[in-house]
């Protein structure tokens, strides 16, 4: 089995920064891709930030250029540093991964989710 386990939610001003990060630990052959997915109230859940493993990365366009993932391949870790927040930004953000369990069982995961609300 693989757990993820999130961190780093809370309260933040319009304009001000916050750092998610998600640690995966269990039965884990190797990480593919490590993602960042959000929902907003009343809306579908939307993918934000993407990295693989060789480093590259994808952002939606609503969070370009303000938001910055990066993950620490030796802890099993993504994190999501998210800067100039705006009150459209308040969601509850779930990390997801990729992982295979041995060399030929692949399996998706998901994180409990952690709330972020931008507001004055």
């Known amino acids: 089995q693989v757990q993820l386990v999130e961190s780093g939610g809370g309260l933040v001003q319009p304009g001000g920064s916050l750092r998610l990060s998600c640690a995966a630990s269990g039965s884990i052959f190797r990480i593919n891709a490590m993602n960042w997915y959000r929902q907003a109230p009343g809306k579908e859940r939307e993918l934000v930030a993407v990295?693989?493993?060789?480093?590259?990365?994808n952002y939606a366009d609503s969070v370009k250029g303000r938001f910055t993932i990066s993950r620490d391949n030796a802890k099993n870790t993504v994190y999501l540093q998210m800067n100039s927040l705006k009150p459209e930004d308040t969601a509850v953000y779930y990390c997801?991964?990729?992982?295979?369990?041995?060399?030929?069982?692949?399996?998706?995961?998901w994180g409990q989710g952690t709330l972020v609300t931008v507001s004055s």
């Open positions: 990295i693989i493993t060789g480093g590259d990365t």
């Open positions: 997801n991964v990729g992982v295979q369990t041995s060399i030929r069982e692949y399996r998706e995961v």
